[in-house]
């Protein structure tokens, strides 16, 4: 069996998210893993991150016509999970992603789905596209049902109008999110979702009907910052990292032997959008996600 596969399968067995609400980045690191030509990683991947999981309580599956009743209900994960498991050996995939995502915004009076479970789906529709297996489509149940069951904390503040097609605006808001983390080095884990999740729409929006890509942006797309007062002279003169930034064979090799979820999948997100449109903040907060998103003392697996 492939070394995705097998990591999928023991993430089945664990919960979605930590005792305390984080997300597990699990599936996503392993994934990326894989994208970054480093599979054979996945094992200290495995070992170090499944003993720090909640275990995952099945549930019995969901009628169809209760999954709009049930959405934006984190507890009813389990259920909406193993309903989707069903649903995806009878019918295509990416029709269902699209019915999922509809539906999900379609609830109202509640805060839109969990970013963190858009960026589990972008890399579970991913897995798909490299290779198809059985394994990879359960991986997608769990993260639809994630996307469903899902809430934010709080809505975010409404973004200015943005204008151009959706690649532009996916490429604006990654570029923008890429110059955030470096700008501020003290808060990378939170800033590394500015790249993340634009990297994870642009893989998601083929899969759903044109005409709603605009408003799916408009409802899943970070507010645009601030200009960011921190000073990102501190990157720049990163002797390390510069030269990291150099060599797109070291930035992969680094971030694999991080083994450190945010790292790996940081720098994975930050050199496919940079792929798409080059650009070198993208290249450089993949080289310091590599070198430097993993929290202090964390060994490196090699």
């Given at each position: ?114 970013p963190h ?15 198809f297996s ?108 510069l030269r ?59």
């Amino acid at each position: 069996m492939h070394e995705l596969d097998e990591a999928l399968e023991r993430f089945f067995e664990t919960d979605c998210v930590y005792a305390d609400g984080e997300p597990n980045y699990g599936p996503m690191a392993a994934s990326a893993l894989e994208a970054l030509g480093h599979g054979a990683l996945t094992t200290g991947l495995l070992d170090i991150y499944v003993p720090r999981l909640p275990d995952f309580e099945r549930g019995a599956p969901l009628a169809r016509d209760e999954w709009r009743h049930h959405a934006a209900d984190p507890g009813t994960a389990p259920a909406l999970i193993a309903a989707l498991e069903r649903e995806l050996t009878e019918g295509d995939w990416s029709t269902l992603v699209a019915v999922i995502v509809a539906l999900r915004l379609e609830v109202e009076d509640v805060p839109g789905p969990d970013p963190h479970a858009i960026v589990r789906l972008g890399y579970a529709i991913q897995n798909l596209e490299r290779r198809f297996s059985s394994t990879r489509l359960c991986e997608l149940a769990y993260a639809l049902g994630f996307v469903l069951a899902s809430r934010r904390e709080a809505d975010p503040p409404p973004s200015p109008p943005s204008t151009g097609t959706p690649a532009e605006r996916l490429t604006a808001a990654s570029v923008a999110g890429a110059e955030h983390y470096l700008a501020n080095p003290e808060d990378r884990r939170s800033a590394s979702l500015g790249v993340i999740l634009p990297a994870a729409l642009r893989v998601i929006l083929p899969h759903l009907e044109p005409d709603s890509e605009g408003s799916v942006l408009d409802a899943l797309l970070p507010a645009k910052v601030a200009p960011d007062a921190a000073d990102p002279t501190r990157t720049e003169e990163d002797i390390e990292v510069l030269r990291c930034a150099e060599d797109l064979r070291e930035i992969r090799y680094r971030a694999a032997c991080s083994v450190q979820e945010h790292a790996i999948v940081m720098a994975e997100s930050c050199l496919r959008e940079a792929a798409f449109s080059p650009n070198s903040k993208l290249q450089l907060a993949a080289a310091d996600a590599a070198l430097r998103l993993s929290p202090p003392g964390y060994r490196e697996w090699r």
